[in-house]
C-alpha cells in the first residue's frame, strides 16, 4: 500500500500558508518528514488523518480517497498526535481497554488479550496497574503508541514524538518505531534530524509550507560529499563570514564558533573538508527559505 498526496495546499483563515502544493509518495517504511517549528508538518498530519480540510488536492491510501472517504481512513489510521492528552487518574489497562471498545474491539476477551499484547510490546505491561499520571514523558509517549496501533492500522503518524524525552526514553521510542515501521507505513513528523537519519529509509524536507527535498538520507548526504566545508572562526567574524560564503550552520563547541559552508570548491585554504551529514542536507536545504541557524 502507497499513500499519494498530490498539490495539496491549505490557507488557515488568518491568510497563513501552511501548505504549499505539496507533491509526496510514501510507500510503507518509516518515512521521515522533516522541519522547523512552523513548517507546516502537523497540518499536513491533521489533513492525512482526516481532522482538517484541505482547500485543493487530493491523498489516496491505497484505494481509499482520503479526503472523501474519512469514515475509511479512521479504521486503518493510528495516530499519536503532537499534544497527547491522558487522563491522570486512570490505568494504562483500563484506557487502552476503553479506548479499543471505542475502536470497535467489543469482545471482551478478545480485547483483554489485545490490550495485553500491545502493553507488553510498548514495554508498559509491569506498569500497566498504574495511573497515567504517574508515567514519565517517554511512557506517556510508549502509551501513546500502543493506542495508535489498536486495530492493527496500516497507516501511522506520529508527529513530534520525541521532543521532550530523555536520551534513554528516545532510543526505547526509536526501537519501538522502527519495529512497527516492518510492515506498515510510518510517518514520523519532526524537527529533529537524529530521529531521522536514525528510523527511516525515505524522507521529505519540508519548511514554509513547501516540500523541498524528498529521497532516501543516505542517498541525499551522499549527493552532498564533498561540498561542506567547516572552519573555527571568531564570533563576531560571522557576519562577515555571512556575507562572502554560503555559512549552512554554526556550531558552538568548548566556548568556540564553527561554520559550515556549502561550497562546490574549497573556499581557501583555511577550510577544512567537513564530514557532511544530514543535518547539513538540512540545514543547507532550509536556509534557501530562512535565515541559518544555530545550533
Ligand atoms: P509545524 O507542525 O511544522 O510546526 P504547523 O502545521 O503547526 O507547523 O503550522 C504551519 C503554519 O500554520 C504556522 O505558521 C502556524 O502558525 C500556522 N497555523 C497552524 N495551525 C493554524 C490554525 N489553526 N490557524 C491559523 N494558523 C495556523
Not at 138 to 154: D, E, S, V, W, Y
Not at 196 to 213: F, H, R, T
Request: net charge neutral; with cysteine.
Amino acid at each position: 500500500m502507497e499513500l499519494i498526496i498530490r498539490n495539496l495546499s491549505k490557507t488557515y483563515a488568518n491568510g497563513v500558508q501552511a501548505l504549499k502544493d505539496v507533491n509526496l509518495t510514501i510507500q510503507q517504511g518509516m518515512f521521515g518528514l522533516l522541519g522547523p517549528n512552523g513548517a507546516g508538518k502537523s497540518s499536513l498530519m491533521r489533513t492525512i488523518a482526516t481532522l482538517q480540510e484541505a482547500d485543493n488536492g487530493d491523498i489516496r491510501l491505497g484505494d481509499i480517497d482520503v479526503l472523501k472517504q474519512k469514515q475509511d481512513v479512521r479504521k486503518v489510521l493510528g495516530y499519536l498526535p503532537q499534544e497527547f492528552g491522558v487522563y491522570p487518574k486512570i490505568t494504562a489497562e483500563t484506557m487502552l481497554d476503553h479506548i479499543a471498545t471505542l475502536k470497535g474491539i467489543t469482545h471482551p476477551k478478545e480485547r483483554k488479550e489485545i490490550v495485553e499484547g500491545l502493553l507488553q510490546r510498548v514495554n508498559l505491561f509491569s506498569v500497566r496497574k498504574k495511573n497515567l499520571g504517574t508515567y514519565s514523558g517517554g511512557m506517556k509517549q510508549r502509551f501513546g503508541i500502543a493506542q495508535a496501533l489498536l486495530g492493527n492500522p496500516k497507516l501511522i503518524i506520529v508527529d513530534e514524538p520525541t521532543a521532550g524525552l530523555d536520551p534513554a526514553e528516545r532510543n526505547r521510542f526509536h526501537n519501538l518505531l522502527s519495529e512497527i515501521g516492518e510492515n506498515t507505513i510510518v510517518i514520523l513528523s519532526t524537527h529533529i534530524v537524529d530521529d531521522v537519519s536514525n528510523l527511516c529509509k525515505d524522507m521529505a524536507i519540508i519548511c514554509l509550507g513547501e516540500v523541498l527535498a524528498q529521497g532516501n538520507p543516505v542517498q541525499i548526504v551522499e549527493e552532498m560529499k564533498g561540498k561542506v566545508w567547516k572552519k573555527i572562526i571568531d564570533k563576531k567574524e560571522i557576519d562577515t563570514y555571512r556575507q562572502n560564503c554560503k555559512v549552512i550552520s554554526t556550531h558552538l563547541f568548548a566556548g568556540k564558533t564553527q561554520i559550515h559552508v556549502f561550497s562546490d570548491q574549497q573556499p581557501d585554504t583555511s577550510f577544512e573538508s567537513a564530514e557532511t551529514d544530514l543535518e547539513d542536507v538540512y540545514f543547507s536545504t532550509i536556509s534557501q527559505k530562512v535565515d541559518t541557524i544555530t545550533i
